[in-house]
């Protein structure tokens, strides 16, 4: 069977806190997993047999956010002061250094990884993500109920039909509201490297009875099934 043409980045499954920042960490194991993506090494990781390229990181969401910019230094930005839940991180505030050699060693080489492999003859990217199926603090929507699918494309990262056919893919593969670019539009990612090929986000709930290995079945399929209908349709 033929690989699918497809980028697959998964930027918060990692849980390994940086050996640079070891001794000022004050999260415990659930609060760096509980602020990461849950479930999604577990969901997307078999997608590595199914498509062209695969990229991710061991790195913990809480001390590197590989979906954030690098100027962007709000508590729950690139290098964070807070996780997602509002948890102090850290035992004292991290020298201006120390964040270079953070953004050096662990966000600059996931992002040329990304432009290296968007060479690679594939079509689009897709950046894979779970969320909490009720909203944390430090959110765009704060206490809100999400829905089973968000796909985000950013308002221009790839086609807008494309995204379309993507969230039909996904309505006719799981249980549950599938929105576009609600509460999600699109992060960093998807809307940084839209300048080299076509990029669109998923993200999936954690709420719900199915098991992670059936929801990455599910993303398979729905997958395979926009990747045959947008080849149809060009």
Not at 196 to 222: H, Y
Request: charged share 25%; proline share 7%; hydrophobic share 40%.
């Amino acid at each position: 069977m033929a690989r699918l043409p497809l980028l697959i980045s998964v930027p918060h499954a990692g849980l390994r806190i940086p050996p640079e920042v070891a001794a000022l960490n004050r999260l415990t194991a659930r609060e760096i997993a509980h602020d990461g993506d849950e479930g999604a090494w577990e969901i997307y990781a078999p997608l590595k047999d199914h498509v062209a390229a695969f990229a991710t990181s061991d790195i913990a969401r809480a001390f590197v956010d590989l979906n954030r910019a690098e100027d962007d230094i709000r508590k729950d930005g690139v290098v964070k002061t807070h996780t997602c839940w509002d948890v102090p991180i850290y035992c004292h505030p991290l020298s201006a250094e120390l964040i270079e050699t953070l953004l050096a060693r662990y966000h600059r080489p996931y992002h040329k990884r990304l432009t290296d492999l968007a060479d690679s003859g594939v079509i689009a990217g897709v950046d894979c993500h779970t969320m909490a199926a009720i909203a944390p603090p430090e959110a765009p929507d704060p206490g809100c109920p999400r829905p089973a699918v968000c796909i985000g494309d950013a308002n221009g990262a790839c086609p807008h039909d494309w995204a379309m056919a993507l969230a039909d893919c996904f309505r006719e593969t799981f249980d549950g509201e599938v929105t576009l670019n609600r509460p999600f539009s699109g992060g960093f990612i998807t809307r940084h490297h839209a300048k080299e090929i076509p990029w669109i986000q998923i993200e999936l709930s954690r709420g719900g009875s199915a098991s992670f290995e059936i929801k990455g079945a599910q993303v398979l399929q729905s997958l395979s099934a926009w990747i045959a209908r947008i080849s149809r349709q060009s």
